[in-house]
Every structure is written in C-alpha cells, then in structure tokens.
C-alpha cells in the first residue's frame, strides 16, 4: 500500500514491519479518535486554537504542519513550547487503550 506499510511473507500472513492490529484492536482505536476529534471540535467551537505541539525523541507535529509558517508559534518565546510526547510501543499504546475501553464500558 502507498498509504499504509504492510506487506505479506510467503505464507499470506503479515510481516512483522506491517503496520496493521487485529479487528478489535481497530475498533478500539477508531473510538478513541472519533472521541478525541469530538473533543478537539468543541474546543475550537468554544474558542480554543492555542498552539499545542508535539515532540517525540528528534521529530516535532511542526515538521510535517501545513500551516507552521502563520502559527506564530517560537519555541524562543516564554510560553510557547511543545507537548513531550513519552516513547512507547504499539503493543504499550493499545494495552492503555483497551484498559480505558474496560472501564468505559464496565
């Protein structure tokens, strides 16, 4: 795929480098964002669009933004600053996930 990385060994299974989780998974993820977007939405309604960045290890939300060149965001500025973002694996993400699925559905 062009968009997303997976590819299939011999045995018509995926690799190991194959970016992709199981239907459950999938759906998990798929509530979380459609509830972080349902957030996201009400706070620009109410009038929210602080500058919130995100950094992880050498790579900043800044490198791949449309619009860093009219934010007006200058990490030099008192106040102005990015979110550190903690590295974890993809099996770490999806347990917290899944725990916070059980508890909203308990």
């Known amino acids: 795929s062009l968009v997303i990385p997976v590819d299939t060994d ?4 995926f690799t190991a480098a ?3 989780v199981e239907a459950a998974d999938y759906y998990v993820l798929k509530r979380h ?3 972080r977007l349902k957030e996201a939405a ?3 309604r109410g009038g929210d669009i602080a500058v919130a960045p995100a950094e992880l290890a050498d790579r900043r939300s800044c490198d791949y933004c449309a619009y860093r060149a ?3 965001l200058d990490i030099r500025v008192p106040g102005y600053g990015s979110r550190i973002l903690k590295k974890r694996t993809r099996e770490e993400i999806l347990a ?3 725990q916070v699925e059980e508890a909203r559905t308990s």
């Open 42 to 44: 009400k706070g620009i």
């Open 10 to 13: 011999r045995n018509g299974g």
């Open 96 to 98: 917290e996930l899944r």
């Open 70 to 72: 009219v934010c007006g």
């Open 33 to 35: 964002m459609t509830g």
């Open 18 to 20: 194959s970016q992709v």
